[in-house]
C-alpha cells in the first residue's frame, strides 16, 4: 500500500518554464489537497478536490492551477514558474476530514 | 479565521526528559485535532489524530490532549530519544472540505 506518492521529488525550473507536479493516491480518498511549505510560514492550502472532476482553490491559489481528472491523481500546474514559487509542495488525501490525512514525501521545487 | 500557534518555536532537551509540545487555536469550533511529525527534508509523518468528541490519545511514549474550551492541545513524549529529534506540527480540521490549518511547528533536538 503506497499510500499518497509525488511525482518528481525535485525540480529545478527557469523562471517562466511551466510545469505540472503529480500527486496520486491508492487509499480510494475523496479528498485531495495541495499544500506549500516555506521557512516561517508553515504550510498553506493551494487548491484542493472534493471528488472527480472538482477543484476548489485555497488561502494561496495565485499561479496555480488543478485538475482531478481521476480519483486517484490530483495535478498541480505552474503556467510560467516565478522565484516566488520556490518551496516544498506536499499532497494529502482523506477518506473523509473527521478520520486525518495523509501526506506524500513532497516536491522540493526550485525557480531559478 | 482560524489560527494555530505553536510554542516553542524551538527545544533542546537531554535524552530521558520527559517533555511536552503546545498548541493553541483560536476557534473551539474544531473538528479533528492532527499531530505531525515532519524529518528534515522529508514528508509529514501523522503520530495521532484527536476526534472532537476525544479528550486525548495515546500510542507509545506520546500521548495528545485536547481540550476545545480552552483552545489548546499538548502533546507529551515520556523518556525522550535522540530518534524523537524532528520538527512537530499541530494541524486542526474546522469540519469543512478545505484541510488543514497548520501550527509553524516546534523544533526538538533530543541530545545524546
Known amino acids: 500500500n503506497a499510500g499518497v506518492t509525488q511525482t518528481p521529488k525535485f525540480r529545478v525550473l527557469k523562471t517562466g518554464q511551466s510545469m505540472t507536479l503529480l500527486c496520486a493516491q491508492d487509499?480510494?480518498?475523496?479528498?485531495m489537497y495541495w499544500y506549500r511549505q516555506d521557512p516561517g510560514m508553515g504550510l498553506r492550502l493551494i487548491h484542493y478536490s472534493v471528488g472527480e472532476g472538482t477543484t476548489a482553490k485555497g488561502e494561496v491559489p495565485d499561479g496555480y492551477n488543478v485538475s482531478r481528472l481521476k480519483k486517484q491523481n490530483f495535478l498541480l500546474g505552474l503556467e510560467s514558474a516565478a522565484p516566488s514559487q520556490t518551496s516544498v509542495y506536499f499532497c494529502?488525501?482523506?477518506?473523509?476530514?473527521?478520520?486525518?490525512?495523509?501526506f506524500g514525501s513532497g516536491t522540493r521545487l526550485t525557480v531559478v | 479565521k482560524q489560527e494555530v500557534t505553536q510554542i516553542p518555536a524551538a527545544l533542546s532537551v537531554p535524552e530521558g526528559e520527559n517533555l511536552v509540545l503546545n498548541c493553541s487555536f483560536t476557534?473551539?469550533?474544531?473538528?479533528?485535532l492532527q499531530w505531525f511529525r515532519q524529518d528534515p527534508g522529508k514528508g509529514l509523518t501523522s503520530l495521532l489524530l484527536?476526534?472532537?468528541?476525544?479528550r486525548e490519545q495515546t500510542s507509545g511514549r506520546l500521548n495528545a490532549s485536547l481540550d476545545k474550551s480552552s483552545g489548546r492541545s499538548t502533546l507529551y513524549i515520556a523518556a525522550s530519544q535522540p530518534g524523537d529529534s524532528a520538527t512537530y506540527l499541530c494541524?486542526?480540521?474546522?469540519?469543512?472540505?478545505?484541510?488543514?490549518?497548520f501550527g509553524k511547528g516546534t523544533h526538538l533536538i533530543i541530545q545524546p
Open positions: 494529502a488525501s482523506s477518506r473523509d476530514p473527521y478520520r486525518g490525512y495523509t
Open positions: 476557534d473551539s469550533a474544531i473538528y479533528n
Open positions: 484527536i476526534q472532537s468528541s476525544q
Open positions: 494541524a486542526l480540521s474546522g469540519g469543512g472540505a478545505d484541510g488543514l490549518t
Open positions: 487509499m480510494n480518498h475523496e479528498y
